[in-house]
């Protein structure tokens, strides 16, 4: 049982609500937390619990909303403080590591929430964040692309989608080992190939093009017939 006081403030005891959550869900598969497991977490009986939030999906809001609220404001925050668009992103990357790192429950309920059959609440959150975490990296893509640190011809979209994949790649790897202090390791690597794909392709010095001309019609004849001689030999 939590050490809490058992009379808190209505906000208070439904920010702690959130945090029992969300340290529940590092523990164990979140589809398995039930509201008894949730108030003997917080030292409070069921009856108190359902006095801030009447139902189990009210619940799953107040932590969707707390973690889009949290994510978020991190990331922006860190991607304000960046020199360029390409150093933005990695802030970004890494601020989300660190963030999965502290609370290794909440990929597990964001996971969770997708899966689940029909169009619930805490659902369309989930998706919702995903809309404006999307939509910041595109900014950054874009911005990129402008400032000529990424590749003239980059889809944004594509790149965007593979920026989260990698961040989730790492994450499904961290919680196949056990290990969340794994996460940590893998990603400032992880991020530089991500950098190295999606970076503006330096032109090759003019001393080392070479100049290609088309033949002309009469050059191209004789070469023409001449090869197909060589083939009717072979014959």
Known sequence: MSGRPKHLPADERRAATVEAVVNLAAEQNPSDITTTAIAQRMGLTQGALFRHFPTKDAILQAVMSWVTDRLLTRVDKAAEGAASPTAALEAVFMTHIDFVSEHPGVPRMLFGELQRPGETLPKQLVQTLIHRYDERLRRLLEAGKAQGELDAGLDVNAAAVLFIGTIQGLIM????AGKVSRILREAPAAFAIYRRGIGAMPCA????????????????KPALQSAARRRSDED
Do not use: F, Q, T
């Open 205 to 220: 010095p003019a001393k080392h093009r070479v100049a290609i001309s088309p033949l002309s019609v009469g050059e191209a």
């Open 173 to 176: 790897r961290s919680l196949l």
